[in-house]
T-cell receptor
């Protein structure tokens, strides 16, 4: 099975850098994904790591280390609009037990202050 | 493309009533899923499907039924609504692993359900 742990809340000021960690216990997965969700909205895809290392998408970067069972999302040059919940997620292997289903962490609320 | 659509946006039910939440996608995705989201609880998987005619249970399936007769549609049925089913319900779709794409899910806008 899989279990993903994230901090519940992170607060930072505009312009700062925030790192959201995701540690996991899993028997295997294809890659680590990150989603953003604003209050009242639907989750939207941010970033994906299939391999170990850093993936950069504009102000957002994501990192994965399978040997450490750990990943993170890095938000740079924080803006007020980045105030949202951020979820890490993994996809289980394609087996008769799991059929490639996704599992999400409980989410991290990021609060950006002026 | 409309992406993933869900109807209704809001619904109020009385305890014991049944209803169907509709979900459709026009991206020809094989994988579809239903989640519920309660305040502070993240996304919990109810049921999912890997193609027409194939469904499986997630972590919180009790009280819900699904079927997948077409690639496009994946309705969620509440058999006898209970106050504990008050939640926001999201439908999502994803291409099948091995298509070369990222392991990305596309979410619908959600259905807000209140059971009295």
């Amino acid at each position: 099975g899989q279990s993903l742990e994230q901090p519940s809340e992170v607060t930072a000021v505009e312009g700062a850098i925030v790192q959201i960690n995701c540690t996991y216990q899993t028997s295997g997965f294809y890659g680590l994904s990150w989603y953003q969700q604003h209050d009242g909205g639907a989750p939207t895809f941010l970033s994906y790591n299939a391999l170990d290392g850093l993936e950069e998408t504009g102000r957002f970067s994501s990192f994965l280390s399978r040997s450490d069972s750990y990943g993170y999302l890095l938000l740079q040059e924080l803006q007020m609009k980045d105030s949202a919940s951020y979820f890490c997620a993994v996809r289980a292997p394609m087996t008769t037990d799991s059929w490639g289903k996704f599992q999400f962490g409980a989410g991290t609320q990021v609060v950006v202050t002026p | 493309n409309a992406g993933v659509t869900q109807t209704p946006k809001f619904q109020v039910l009385k305890t014991g009533q049944s209803m169907t939440l509709q979900c459709a996608q026009d991206m020809n995705h094989e994988y579809m899923s239903w989640y519920r989201q309660d305040p502070g609880m993240g996304l919990r998987l109810i049921h999912y499907s890997v193609g027409a005619g194939i469904t499986d249970q997630g972590e919180v399936p009790n009280g819900y039924n699904v079927s997948r007769s077409t690639t496009e549609d994946f309705p969620l049925r509440l058999l006898s609504a209970a106050p504990s089913q008050t939640s926001v319900y999201f439908c999502a779709s994803s291409p099948w692993r091995g298509t070369g794409g990222k392991e990305t899910q596309y979410f619908g806008p959600g259905t807000r359900l209140l059971v009295l």
